[in-house]
Structures are given as C-alpha cells and as structure tokens.
C-alpha cells in the first residue's frame, strides 16, 4: 500500500502500472494479486487510507473548536493545510472518487462526527440546518476547486489570505444572519 501510495502520488492512478508498484514493493506477481486482482482495486484502497486520513484530521480539528465560527473557519483552514503539505496525494483525492466498501465505513463515520459537531450550533441557532450535499459545497466546495487549480498550477506556495478569503466565505454562507430572509 505504501509503494502504490508513493507511485500513485507521483505519477498518478492512472499512469502508474501495477507492474511498477510491484517492482517498486518488491514482492511477488502472485502477492500483489492475492491482495488486489487489478489496478482499480488498489487504486481505490490507497483512495480510501488517504481520505481516512484526511477526515480524521478534519473531525480532531473540529473537536478542537467549541464555537461554530471557528470550526467552520477550521474545516476551511485544515483543507487547504492538508491540500499544501499533502500536494500529491491532495491530486488524488481531488480526482476521480475511487469507491470501496472501505471508503463508505469511513465516510459514515466522519459525516457522523460533523453531525454531531454541527447539531449544538445548528440547536442554539448560530448555524443553519445540515444539508450533506449543500452544506458541503458551501463550507468545502470553494476551497475544492480553488486547490484543483492551485495543484495543477506552477505555484509552490498557498498565495497569501487564501485561507482567510474562504473561511470568511464560507462562515457568511453557514452561519445564520441576524436578518433572516424568508427561505
């Protein structure tokens, strides 16, 4: 797993060849079939460990912050943190989503954790209802495609306030106003 996770960062899931990973590994034709019988299925493993990664970062951080403005600002921050010290494997999950039953155990736990991070805020009406895929996309949806052209990019650095410009945004957009238009 470690060498598909090298190789894939590097060169991508879809160049990388299950022939180099194993060279690379060095084990076995036999070995490497025995575990995963095709590229996809690696491929999809490595998806599932990086994303259980990223998400376990993200629920700590959250468990961190007692207040909705700083979690929300938090999740902001952690992603385009995790994005700039994890570039390459940042590539990968930003990418194609490489289903598995592994990657669906994981994704229930850490949505169950947001949840239970959000529902006292949401209680005591500092933030809106939770709505998976809207809330998703306001929170993380920005600072998704602002990394897909930051990563494929020639820039080495984060640009300066990038952080600061999403959260903001992202903390206008969660939070409920003081002046509540009719939904």
Known sequence: MQTARRRFA???ALAATLDEIRRDADVSVGALYHHFPDKPTLA??????VM???QAGFATMLRRHDT??????GGVAHHLRWVAAHRSEAALLLGDRLDSAELRVANQ??????RNWWQPHFTYGVLRPIHAGITAALWIGP??????Y???GEESRMPRGAVRTFADAAWMAL???AIEEDD
């Not at 909705?68 to 600002?73: L, V």
């Not at 736990?109 to 947001?114: D, I, K, L, P, Q």
């Not at 600072?143 to 897909?148: A, I, N």
């Open 10 to 12: 590097a060169d991508g």
């Open 44 to 49: 999809a493993a490595v998806y599932a460990e």
């Open 52 to 54: 259980t990664e990223y």
């Open 109 to 114: 736990a850490f949505f169950a954790a947001v």
């Open 68 to 73: 909705a403005e700083a979690g929300i600002r």
């Open 150 to 152: 930051w990563i494929a």
């Open 143 to 148: 600072v998704q495609e602002f990394s897909r």
């Open 175 to 177: 939070r409920v106003n």
